[in-house]
Each structure stands twice: as C-alpha cells, then as structure tokens.
C-alpha cells in the first residue's frame, strides 16, 4: 500500500505494509490533514487513530522508517537523530509500531517545518 505525505515545501511516497493493525486502521482514517510537529531529525503528525501498541513494536529504527507513536495517536517519520539519540541513530519517544518505509530519500523531511500543514493520502494502485 502506498501513501503520499505533503506539505507546502515538498512531498515524499512511502510503501506500507498493508497486513498490520496500524496500517489497515490508518488506511481507514485517508486522507487526513494535520500539523507537523518536529522533534530533531523526526516529523510527527497526530492522525486521529487510536490502536494498540503491537508486539513488534520499535523504539529505535533506520531513517525513513514509517512509525506510529501509540502514545500520541501519531505518524513519526524520523530521518536522523532525536534529542534521546545516541550517536546517529534515529530513536522514537517510545517503542513504535511499524508500518513500512519512505520511498526515496528521507531528507526531504528537512524541508517541513513546525506548525506546516501535513496531509496524508492513499495513492491509488
């Protein structure tokens, strides 16, 4: 499953896995606009879906990793080190479910800014 992440500088496709929980309640909630919020090298955007933390659930991922943060209800895109990183690593506020990857380079995300309007939508195959 794919999706199409815009806001006013750029956007960015990423690939889905269109077996989890997350992604199919995700798919339900499309399209959606929201706000970026950015925390480091991280964009995350609340997307008013609500699901359980899975069991495979990760804190700390590579960059272009397309999480949901359970926490805050939101889509966490980290494309470099947070402010809790050690060294390079891109690591999440909390353990993450993830649903898949961006397509192409993921430091585009550079490019939004706090308080950008954020959609998110299904790319029709």
């Given at each position: 499953?794919?999706?199409?992440?815009?806001w006013?500088?750029?956007?960015?496709t990423?690939?889905?896995?269109?077996?989890?929980?997350?992604?199919?309640?995700?798919?339900?909630?499309?399209?959606?606009?929201?706000?970026?919020?950015?925390?480091?090298?991280?964009v995350?955007?609340?997307?008013?879906?609500?699901?359980?933390?899975?069991?495979?659930?990760?804190?700390?991922?590579?960059?272009?990793?397309?999480?949901?943060?359970?926490d805050?209800?939101?889509?966490?895109?980290?494309?470099?080190?947070?402010?809790?990183?050690?060294?390079?690593?891109?690591?999440?506020?909390?353990?993450?479910?993830?649903?898949?990857?961006?397509?192409?380079?993921?430091?585009?995300?550079?490019?939004?800014?706090?308080?950008?309007?954020?959609?998110?939508?299904l790319?029709?195959?």
């Amino acid at each position: 499953m794919q999706i199409r992440i815009s806001w006013p500088a750029g956007n960015i496709t990423a690939t889905l896995d269109a077996s989890t929980p997350t992604t199919q309640a995700l798919a339900k909630a499309l399209p959606l606009a929201s706000t970026a919020r950015t925390w480091g090298e991280e964009v995350y955007f609340d997307t008013g879906v609500s699901v359980s933390r899975e069991t495979d659930a990760r804190q700390v991922v590579e960059p272009g990793t397309v999480a949901f943060w359970t926490d805050g209800d939101a889509l966490a895109l980290p494309y470099g080190p947070t402010p809790i990183s050690r060294g390079d690593e891109c690591r999440l506020a909390s353990p993450c479910n993830i649903l898949g990857g961006l397509d192409g380079d993921a430091g585009l995300l550079a490019t939004v800014r706090d308080g950008d309007p954020i959609r998110v939508e299904l790319i029709e195959e």
